[in-house]
């Protein structure tokens, strides 16, 4: 990602990685992989919510 990215790359971005490490989508690989799953999503969430705030504080 780039660091001057507009929120619509950073949105892109975070709807790739959501489909890449939904616990759902893992789920079939076991409990460790969804687990492992749904604590990337937590970080990917908080980093979203960081970045969708800032941008709407201008």
């Known amino acids: 990602m780039e660091e001057n990215a507009d929120f619509a790359a950073i949105k892109k971005a975070y709807r790739q990685l959501s489909m890449q490490y939904h616990p759902d989508k893992v789920a079939h690989l076991g409990a460790e992989f969804k ?23 201008g």
Request: hydrophobic share 35%; proline share 0%; aromatic share 18%.
């Open 35 to 57: 687990r492992v799953a749904e604590e990337k999503m937590k970080e990917i969430n908080a980093a979203y919510d960081y970045f969708r705030k800032k941008f709407e504080r």
